[in-house]
């Protein structure tokens, strides 16, 4: 073979390996550029297991046993309880119903108020500290003479008994307390706080005894509330002197504390023979609005009553709403 020739061969191969090279860094980039990382569906903090109170995903993906509400880019997916429960949230307790929420407000059950139900629904009870669920009768009356519309629930010992507090149960598939609800001790703060009102009212008590005292975030919002409840009566709930019970929230807002007045009864002197009990049962979400309302239990001698107290705004604050009572 001559010069030329052994030229032309080696400049052959030269070609060919360069060609396989090409051809090997193509059929790479072919297959890196086909490949992608699936993005996230769950954000930082969130789960996106079934179980979790709340996720929020790029995408949607609904069940029968969930409720789903879209905002804009994001979906907020709220489990449910499982259970048989009502077309409407009744709410009821020992003495009767209090009522319901409708959709756009709250409806009172007064005597011979035709209750939504029809029997057999569950119901959930909101009391503090209990997560129970239980079945309820057919509409009924309940506490003679007053006849109160109601429901006999299998257990009723579980919300309660007089003086209280006295919790309340409803037929609603919703969690019931989906923000800070807990009971915290008292270093004397709340105290003073207490011995304050108790001197505007009349009543010079150094040091209340603070029977309750719980924190709760009642819209959510990370601003927490405390709900006190000051006591001092005597058994049996006939009143002495000295005797007082007040029941207040504090609030800031806008940078100013707010104090709320849930139920007062301060006997600077015996005159009347009548001094009310007030205990806080449960702070519960009980119209599914995702904010809770707060059940405050009024108790007397041979009486007690439930309330179901919303806080509207700032503006107005507490509100009571629905109710009921049994006694003389």
């Known amino acids: 073979m001559n010069r030329t020739a052994w030229i032309l061969a080696g400049l052959f191969v030269v070609i060919v390996v360069v060609i396989i090279f ?29 179980a979790g109170p709340s996720t929020t995903v790029a995408a949607t993906t609904t069940t029968s046993s969930e409720t789903t509400t879209t905002t804009l880019a994001t979906t907020t997916t709220t489990a449910a309880v499982e259970g048989n429960w009502g077309d409407t949230p009744l709410i009821v307790t020992g003495p009767g119903a209090l009522g319901w929420w ?38 009924t009356t309940v506490c003679e003479p007053l006849d109160n519309p109601g429901i006999v629930l299998e257990d009723e010992a579980v ?65 927490n509330e405390v709900l006190v409840v000051a006591e001092d009566v005597t058994d049996g709930l006939f009143a002495e002197d000295g005797d007082y019970s007040i029941a207040f929230m504090r609030r800031t807002v806008q940078g100013d504390v707010q104090n709320a007045i849930l139920g007062e009864s301060v006997i600077v002197t015996a005159d009347s023979p009548v001094v009310n ?33 919303e806080y509207v705004n700032d503006d107005q604050g507490l509100v009571p709403q629905i109710s009921v009572g049994c006694g003389v």
């Open 277 to 309: 009990s007030y205990s806080v049962a449960a702070v519960a979400d009980l119209n599914g609005d995702g904010r809770m309302e707060v059940v405050l239990t009024t108790a007397y001698y041979e009486g007690i009553g439930v309330e179901v107290w």
């Open 102 to 139: 409708d959709g756009s407000g709250w409806v009172q059950a007064d005597q011979g108020t035709a209750l939504p139900v029809a029997g057999g629904e569950d119901y959930q009870v909101a009391y503090l500290g209990l997560d129970v669920i239980i079945p309820g009768g057919e509409p």
């Open 22 to 50: 090409l051809l090997g860094n193509a059929e790479e980039g072919e297959g890196t550029s086909t490949t992608a990382t699936a993005p996230s569906t769950s954000l930082p903090g969130t789960t996106a297991s079934g």
């Open 159 to 223: 919300l309660g008994d007089w003086p209280g507090p006295l919790g309340v149960a409803i037929s609603a598939p919703w969690i019931l307390v989906p923000h800070l609800v807990e009971e915290i001790e008292d270093d004397g703060t709340y105290a003073a706080f207490a011995a304050e009102m108790l001197a505007e009212r009349g009543l010079n008590v150094p040091e209340p005894t603070i029977k309750q005292l719980l924190q709760v975030d009642l819209e959510g919002d990370g601003v």
